[in-house]
């Protein structure tokens, strides 16, 4: 299978910020594109199913925080429920979960590397996490010819 093409959207789930990626319509170019502060009130659903919703993506990717060793704590359970939320809202596109371990640091020696010192990095850490999860799904897939992460389906959680 080669690489499908069509826009994608990438999200780096945290329990403030969530950042956000999305690639040109041909999924080939990755782009930072916002971070969204996550509310009790679930504001955060509706902005990220807005954005998915203008984007008409056919695959959004979301990054699933595994500890170093491999297990799953309470941040991978929060970005899989955020997972079924976003399937529950959004049908049509592939929505799966891919491993993230590093991808933080991997940002932050990114942004290191533009010369973008720890006091100038807010935001951008996040939306710069998410387009690394973003390009490493596309790579696998271009690489592996499988469909990256583990798919979310419409159900309970």
Do not use: W
């Amino acid at each position: 299978m080669a690489r499908r093409p069509g826009p994608r959207m990438g999200i780096d789930y945290g329990s403030v910020r969530i950042g956000v990626a999305v690639t040109d319509p041909a999924g080939r170019v990755v782009f930072p594109k916002t971070v969204v502060q996550v509310d009790k009130y679930e504001g955060h659903i509706l902005e990220l199913v807005q954005i998915a919703e203008e984007l008409d993506p056919i695959e959004i990717v979301i990054g699933y925080p595994k500890h170093l060793k491999g297990t799953s704590g309470a941040s991978a359970k929060a970005a899989r429920a955020l997972a079924y939320e976003l399937k529950a809202e959004l049908p049509k596109p592939r929505i799966c979960l891919v491993d993230e371990r590093l991808t933080t640091n991997l940002a932050h020696a990114k942004l290191s590397a533009q010369g973008i010192d720890n006091r100038q990095r807010g935001d951008k850490i996040d939306q710069v996490a998410a387009a690394i999860i973003l390009e490493t799904s596309i790579d696998f897939e271009e690489n592996t010819g499988s469909l990256p992460g583990e798919t979310i389906s419409r159900g309970k959680f």
